[in-house]
């Protein structure tokens, strides 16, 4: 069987071409791929660099350079088409079996009307969605053109990117409406692709995560401490929730006797929202820690009392499911497919979207209940262990293309 990937990172290309700490859950994911004996697996991935088609232990990779000459850059549909025809000369080189795409959100999903080879879209999130919640409450375009945190050149493309994120949702739902095959693991990319695409075929496939997480030894447990400490691992997108964090933090300083510390790990600062919300980080015991080695935020989640996801969207964050994996409580925003991987008092709390002082309340009400935490603790580890099993997974991953190629040859 020959599967051909169309990714939106370079997997294991090189080192130089991926610095994401750990690789990320599609490496994993491929790891678990190669496991299988009569898989043979090649990767496409996007490049601005001069890459050449190269094979790296045993996966054959396919670099599409986007080189694209500025009046270029401003035609989405020219650059698409350009794009297109070079994934199907890629495509006519490998000649899969099947196609697996990751994310619906890209150009990828219209290979679906240029290729006979079934391909199945593996869903992450959905930019109709992530579109509808893009700015946090108060928030608009303006706050980027009026703040004196942004640069000239942010200002300049402000109302450019939000034009391109609408007219990127909108190809999104039309890749949604043409595809036949997707795979997904949450209610919530289930009900997307049913309402958008009732007669496609949709099929369960959990997410790998990293070595780091899934194979340690080491797991959460209590601690009696005189500061509590909170982490949240975020991306730099507003809906991410970074202002959820401030404000929940403010409550905590003002309102509350708990001394604590909050440490943001994927970000460096955010001077937009601290000025649009008059709250300094400093000044709530909010710190940002950047991008962290996976060995280096293992540690830091299993240090911590709870682990926080604000965000406004999201599917099945991997952030929040290696936290569960390590034990760390978690306190989670109930939105898109969080419901599914957090059963509300039982492996972890769910609150509503954008309420900070419900946030607040738990982690007052709860950071020092043991026997809550470490019931909490426990049924989470069982829940993901079991969820992002690599041996299930590949089952998972194998049956999915092989009634693929088995639907698409019936239908010949």
């Known amino acids: ?52 088609k190269k094979f790296v232990n045993e996966v054959c990779y396919y670099p599409i350079i986007k080189d694209f000459t500025l009046k270029e ?67 608009s375009v303006w706050n980027k053109i009026v703040s004196t945190k942004t640069t000239l050149l942010q200002k300049l493309m402000a109302f450019r990117i939000d034009r391109t994120f609408h007219k990127n949702a909108l190809q999104e739902e039309s890749i ?20 958008y695409n ?18 340690t030894k080491q797991k959460w447990t209590y601690k009696v401490v005189n500061k509590i400490k909170l982490i949240s691992v975020i991306s730099g997108p507003l809906y991410k929730g970074v202002d959820v964090i401030l404000k929940t933090a403010q409550l905590l300083k003002t309102h509350s006797s708990i001394d604590f510390e909050w440490n943001i790990c994927g970000i460096s600062n955010s001077d937009l929202i601290e000025s649009v919300y008059k709250i300094k980080a400093k000044d709530v015991n909010v710190n940002y820690l950047g991008v962290l080695d996976q060995d280096v935020l293992k540690n830091k989640l299993l240090n911590s009392s709870f682990y926080i996801h604000p965000s406004y969207i999201d599917n099945s964050p991997n952030s929040v499911c290696e936290a569960q994996i390590l034990g760390v409580p978690v306190i989670a925003c109930n939105t898109g497919g969080l419901r599914t991987i957090i059963k509300d008092k039982k492996t972890g709390f769910l609150v509503p979207a954008n309420d900070p002082l419900m946030v607040a309340h738990l982690i007052e009400k709860m950071w020092d209940n043991r026997d809550v935490l470490e019931k909490i603790s426990s049924a989470a580890v069982a829940q993901a262990t079991e969820r992002h099993d690599k041996e299930i997974i590949k089952e998972q991953l194998f049956s999915v293309y092989s009634q693929i190629i088995k639907f698409n040859m019936s239908n010949i």
């Open 176 to 195: 949604l409406k043409a595809n036949h095959y997707f795979m997904g693991r949450t209610h919530w990319d289930k009900a997307i692709v049913n309402f």
């Open 1 to 52: 069987m020959k599967v051909l990937w169309f990714s939106p990172t370079p997997v294991n290309y090189s080192e130089e071409t991926w610095a994401h700490n750990g690789g990320g859950w599609i490496n994993s994911l491929q790891n678990i791929v190669k496991s299988i004996e009569n898989i043979d697996l090649g990767i496409v991935f996007e490049s601005t660099q001069k890459l050449e």
């Open 73 to 139: 850059k401003l035609n989405k549909s020219h650059q698409n088409s350009m794009l297109i025809n070079k994934a199907i000369r890629i495509i006519k080189d490998f000649k899969p079996d099947v196609i697996h795409l990751f994310g619906s959100e890209s150009w990828y999903g219209l290979l679906v009307n240029h290729t006979d080879i079934p391909i199945v879209i593996h869903m992450q999130g959905s930019l109709p969605s992530y579109y509808n919640a893009r700015y946090p409450a108060g928030m």
């Open 198 to 215: 009732p007669e496609a075929t949709y099929f369960e496939c959990q997410e790998a995560l990293r070595d780091s997480f899934v194979n």
